[in-house]
């Protein structure tokens, strides 16, 4: 089997159980602690433009990867996919896996803490494990399977991706950092001066 074929069966695959693994992680965490995990921000703030972008990019790129399956030549034309040694296309499958692995296991970590977005109620600050090395463990993971996406299906779509879900990052964190500024000023401050906010 050629590394092109293997990793047409690799990316759907593995979106797939990316897909499934958050769903039952969230249903998980919402009946065993209860409440809203989910807290996309109010309608048309850059909190709610966030989440709506990773959404419909998360969809696109789980469709594009199981289209492939079936009509390859088309959906690669369509991508505009780019012919790329086979050590490439590894490399983006191991960079897949260990971003996801990061992010999943940060995300678990935090327990009851976890939620995606802004919550308006009180929390814990989490800053034992993963984040008493980076403040953003789970973003860290995000962003090297997205570049770990762009080397596995080398193309102008997954450059586009990648370009986004960075500057969607970047900008999350931003309004991450001013609400636990606000919520815990002289904790988060002791917190920002001896962990960095990546690595």
Request: hydrophobic share 50%; glycine share 8%; with cysteine.
């Amino acid at each position: 089997m050629s590394a092109y074929t293997f990793n047409q069966y690799f990316l759907a695959a593995f979106f797939s159980v990316v897909a499934l693994f958050y769903t039952v992680f969230i249903l998980a965490r919402a009946r065993r602690y209860g409440g809203r995990f989910i807290h996309a921000g109010q309608r048309g703030t850059c909190h709610w433009w966030n989440h709506m972008i990773f959404r419909v990019f998360r969809v696109a790129i789980w469709g594009a990867c199981v289209a492939r399956l079936f009509f390859a030549d088309t959906v690669d034309t369509v991508l505009g996919v780019v012919a790329t040694p086979a050590w490439v296309l590894w490399l983006g499958d191991v960079l897949l896996i260990a971003g996801f692995a990061g992010a999943a296991m940060s995300s678990m970590y935090l327990g009851q803490e976890w939620r995606s977005g802004v919550d308006a109620g009180q929390r814990s600050l989490v800053t034992r494990g993963p984040f008493a090395r980076s403040r953003n463990p789970i973003f860290l993971g995000a962003m090297t399977a997205q570049l770990g996406f762009l080397l596995a299906l080398p193309s102008v779509f997954s450059l586009i991706c990648l370009g986004l879900s960075w500057w969607t990052i970047a900008r999350q964190v931003r309004i991450e950092e001013r609400d636990w500024a606000q919520k815990a000023p002289e904790s988060y401050q002791r917190y920002c001066s001896t962990v960095p906010r990546w690595l």
